[in-house]
């Protein structure tokens, strides 16, 4: 069956870059797109970014353009996100979610989640 | 950007009773809408797509209408089980928004 498994917890400082993994099992990684969403403690769902898993394209919310970077490797059927410069407000459960269709789509599947803390 | 407006915000109901949660989109956006159920603690799960669509696998009791700007969820008899929070979400394109939430209590 489809499963999305994400790397473990990170504790990070202020200014610091982190990247979380999402590794595809039950499917090949490129044949759906991935997005990226995170949730801050106690508050709603937030879209971070797109990736094709074909060609690599991705499109990320206005909010961390030049911040975030969202790549995959089909080699080992996993998508991953780099957010840099972090600062506390980043503190957030980050979600990988397939994308029911080859682009633009509803989530069909989603990784566990990935507690980034920043802090000092 | 189209803005994804839901309301109430949370909401107490009994159990047996209907339960109506709504969406508005700032600009059309056809049918590609989905509702997600997220319960505490855990990751969200999808219960219904392009508006009216319910996943495998979910409960008849939910479902979904609209199109265009305005979209409902409801519960037709709310369950114990229900108590959780609910997410609009638009998708047909970059970026993917989501409501606000509403959070389901039972009184």
Known sequence: QVQLVQSGAEVKKPGASVKVSCKASGYTLRTYAMDWVRQAPGQGLEWVGWLNTGNGNTEYSQKFQGRVNITRDTSANTAYMELSSLRSEDTAVYYCARVRAYSFGYFDSWGQGTLVTVSS | ?107
């Open chain 2, 1 to 107: 950007d189209i803005q994804m407006t839901q309301s109430p915000s949370s909401l107490s109901a009994s159990v047996g009773d209907r339960v109506t949660i709504t969406c508005r989109a700032s600009q059309g956006i056809n049918n590609y809408l989905a509702w997600y159920q997220q319960k505490p603690g855990k990751v969200p799960k999808l219960l219904i797509y392009a508006a009216s669509t319910l996943q495998s696998g979910v409960p008849s009791r939910f479902s979904g209408s609209g199109s265009g700007t305005d979209f409902t969820f409801t519960i037709s008899s709310l369950q114990p089980e229900d108590v959780a929070t609910y997410f609009c979400q638009k998708y047909n394109s970059a970026p993917a928004t989501f409501g606000q939430g509403t959070k389901v209590e039972i009184k």
